[in-house]
Each structure stands twice: as structure tokens, then as C-alpha cells.
């Protein structure tokens, strides 16, 4: 009998998302248990996460797993079918740099939300020289449909939420830093990230999106 999989996350967040996807691509069936973030954490979210105590997480059988690029790599090694990382070595350690440069420097978009002033001046600058460098460098941006080519794969996941939440959150904080004209390739990709039917199919609601994060962000705001 197989093990069942579980995946604790909240709908909102592209770190959820990630996994989903992950899970998507390979046509795998999966329990979603969706937590009251930001407002309540369940005992089983502090029981399988107790160092960070946030999501998501993928329990598989009984073992947990966290940190949604970790939980990928766990569920790439666990069913190796339809690949999202290259086959060949030096291919695959450029896909692990990008996605490792995903998560260094994604939180600066994320800082632009949380920030207002000077400090927002200065993560709108870093958001902006992210997207420069990833226009430039990253891959086959502009020559293929993905970063890795023709096939969807680890990095597209790593830039998900450039693909879907940038938006929101421009829409939210009233600001306009990812133009087409000035980032052409990421563009493109954007439309073709978001028609990939396991992607399309799982990327929250963008209204609901922007209520949720409009009320998040006055709800920081009046806490600081």
C-alpha cells in the first residue's frame, strides 16, 4: 500500500505553490491540508515543523519534509519520472544555482511589500537589479520557452511567484517595476510558465490575491 502524501500550506502563498506544482508535474496525488495562515497554526503544522513553525510542508507516510525547494528535491529524488532536473551534471548544477539565487534574492519583492519610504526605495532598486540579472544570465531565457529549454523544470518553479505574485504585489503597494518592454524575456516566459496546464490550473484566483495581500500589508503597516 502506498504511503499517503500530505502537503500543509495556504493557498496565498507561492512557497505552497511550488510544491503543488512539483507534485502537478509529475502526476502525483497528494492530501492538500490548507492552514489559517497568517492568523493560526495547527498542532499538526507545530508537530511536523517545530524549528520553524511555518509552510509548507510535505509529509510523506510520517516523515516530514520543509522548505519548499527541499520538499522538490526530496519529491525529484523520491520519483525520479518526469524529470525537473536536467540529466546531465553541469546542467543540473546550474539549475540548482538559480534556484538557490531564487531564494537569496525573491525576498526583496517581498520587502517592497513590507516597506514603505527610504527602506522601500532601496528593496524596489534590489527587486529591479534581480530581474536585470535573471533577463541577462538566466539560461535560455528568450531563446526557449523555459529556462532549461523547451520542458518546464526546477528553476521555472524556483520563479514562480515572479510569474503570478510580482502583479499582485505592484497592484497592492501601487508601484510598477517589471515592465515588458524593459524585461522582454521574463515576460514571455511569464505567459508561458502560466500555460502550463499543472500550473494553470493550480495559481490562486489574482483578485483574491490582491484582497488578501491589500489587507496583510495594512495589517503590518499598523503593527511597525
Given at each position: 500500500m502506498a504511503e499517503v502524501i500530505k502537503l500543509h500550506g495556504a493557498w496565498p502563498s507561492p512557497f505552497s505553490c511550488r510544491v503543488i506544482w512539483a507534485l502537478k508535474l509529475k502526476g502525483i496525488p497528494y492530501e492538500n491540508i490548507e492552514e489559517d495562515l497568517p492568523y493560526r497554526k495547527s498542532p499538526e503544522l507545530l508537530k511536523y515543523n517545530p524549528v520553524h513553525k511555518k509552510i509548507p510542508v510535505l509529509v510523506h507516510g510520517e516523515k516530514p519534509i520543509c522548505e519548499s525547494m527541499i520538499i522538490i528535491e526530496y519529491i525529484e529524488e523520491t520519483w525520479p519520472e518526469t524529470p525537473l532536473l536536467p540529466a546531465d551534471p553541469y546542467d543540473r548544477a546550474i539549475a540548482r544555482f538559480w534556484v538557490k539565487f531564487a531564494d537569496d534574492k525573491?525576498?526583496?519583492?517581498?520587502?517592497?511589500?513590507?516597506?514603505?519610504?527610504?527602506?522601500?526605495?532601496?528593496?524596489?532598486?534590489?527587486?529591479?537589479?534581480?530581474?536585470?540579472?535573471?533577463?541577462?544570465?538566466?539560461?535560455?531565457?528568450?531563446?526557449?520557452?523555459?529556462?532549461?529549454?523547451?520542458?518546464?523544470?526546477?528553476?521555472?518553479?524556483?520563479?514562480?511567484?515572479?510569474?503570478?505574485?510580482?502583479?499582485?504585489?505592484?497592484?497592492?503597494?501601487g508601484v510598477k517595476l517589471f515592465e515588458a518592454q524593459v524585461f522582454p524575456g521574463l515576460h514571455a516566459w511569464t505567459e508561458n510558465f502560466k500555460q502550463v496546464p499543472a500550473i494553470k490550473e493550480s495559481l490562486p484566483d489574482r483578485d483574491k490575491l490582491v484582497v488578501f495581500y491589500k489587507q496583510m500589508r495594512e495589517n503590518l503597516l499598523a503593527s511597525s
Amino acid at each position: 500500500m502506498a504511503e499517503v502524501i500530505k502537503l500543509h500550506g495556504a493557498w496565498p502563498s507561492p512557497f505552497s505553490c511550488r510544491v503543488i506544482w512539483a507534485l502537478k508535474l509529475k502526476g502525483i496525488p497528494y492530501e492538500n491540508i490548507e492552514e489559517d495562515l497568517p492568523y493560526r497554526k495547527s498542532p499538526e503544522l507545530l508537530k511536523y515543523n517545530p524549528v520553524h513553525k511555518k509552510i509548507p510542508v510535505l509529509v510523506h507516510g510520517e516523515k516530514p519534509i520543509c522548505e519548499s525547494m527541499i520538499i522538490i528535491e526530496y519529491i525529484e529524488e523520491t520519483w525520479p519520472e518526469t524529470p525537473l532536473l536536467p540529466a546531465d551534471p553541469y546542467d543540473r548544477a546550474i539549475a540548482r544555482f538559480w534556484v538557490k539565487f531564487a531564494d537569496d534574492k525573491g525576498p526583496s519583492i517581498w520587502m517592497v511589500f513590507r516597506t514603505t519610504g527610504e527602506e522601500q526605495e532601496k528593496f524596489k532598486k534590489e527587486s529591479l537589479e534581480m530581474l536585470k540579472t535573471i533577463e541577462e544570465h538566466a539560461g535560455t531565457l528568450g531563446k526557449k520557452k523555459f529556462f532549461g529549454g523547451d520542458n518546464i523544470g526546477v528553476v521555472d518553479i524556483a520563479f514562480g511567484g515572479i510569474a503570478h505574485w510580482f502583479g499582485v504585489i505592484e497592484d497592492v503597494v501601487g508601484v510598477k517595476l517589471f515592465e515588458a518592454q524593459v524585461f522582454p524575456g521574463l515576460h514571455a516566459w511569464t505567459e508561458n510558465f502560466k500555460q502550463v496546464p499543472a500550473i494553470k490550473e493550480s495559481l490562486p484566483d489574482r483578485d483574491k490575491l490582491v484582497v488578501f495581500y491589500k489587507q496583510m500589508r495594512e495589517n503590518l503597516l499598523a503593527s511597525s
